[in-house]
């Protein structure tokens, strides 16, 4: 099981004193296993208690995988792919929600998917030459996606992660329903999604993932 450093941050009320007693004040911490207590509280400022979240989140995050290796993130939607994605430098993150929001300024628009596939495909591949991590942020619960991938990675040697998401089925249709109308998938296809990728563990290393993990996004 795959235990990232994800962060919860936090305000505190208590902070107020005599002198500012509309002053809060905000702070960090992480529980991730095994042993880390990291966090820091008392920060006057919430930008200075974010900035400081992000650093640990994205200085734990880069430890987690070989230099220039493919990760390819499965789960169903909702599952907290993006939010695991997000502790790692941007530029590896090549994620279908961004290129089609930067191709239709709205991330949930389906008609610019094909035109998003393709700026994926090359981005992945650019980053493979170069021998550059990526983190590919998409559902990626059909084999033949996955052999897209596989492909890839296998064509410039480059070593091959698969990070699948047990989030449960419940957290995961909560979460779809929390999206904004344009990026909420339809509940019958989180289902569909969510069997896939329960029927994936079982053969992902013969479609070529040596190195498969698991993450259960319900605690982060």
């Keep these: 099981m795959l235990e990232p450093h994800i962060t919860w941050r936090f305000s505190d009320p208590a902070g107020a004193s005599v002198k500012y007693p509309d002053q809060t004040t905000y702070g960090w911490g992480c529980e991730a296993l095994p042993g880390c207590h990291a966090g820091r509280s008392h920060y006057l400022d919430e930008r200075d208690a974010q900035r400081d979240a992000d650093e640990h989140e994205r200085q734990e995050a880069v430890k987690l995988f070989a230099p220039g290796s493919l990760v390819a993130l499965i789960g169903p939607g909702g599952s907290g792919k993006s939010r ?8 590896w993150v090549v994620s279908l929600d961004e290129l089609r929001g930067r191709l239709a300024d709205d991330a949930g628009e389906q008609s610019v998917t ?25 559902t990626n619960v059909e084999a033949s996606v996955r052999a897209g991938l596989v492909a890839k990675a296998r064509a410039f040697d480059r070593p091959l992660v698969a990070v699948v ?33 329960r029927a994936a563990l079982g053969l ?5 993932f040596h ?4 993450v259960d996004a319900d605690r982060t």
């Design 165 to 197: 998401f047990l989030t449960g089925l419940g957290h995961c249709l909560s979460r779809n329903d929390r999206r904004p109308a344009s990026r909420r998938v339809p509940g019958d296809i989180v289902r569909w999604q969510y069997e896939q990728t």
């Design 84 to 91: 695991f994605s997000a502790a790692f430098p941007a530029s």
């Design 114 to 138: 094909p035109q998003a596939v393709q700026l994926q495909d090359v981005l992945v591949a650019t980053r493979m030459e170069r021998g550059l991590t990526v983190i590919a942020d998409s």
């Design 204 to 208: 992902l290393p013969g479609e070529g």
């Design 211 to 214: 190195d498969v993990r698991t």
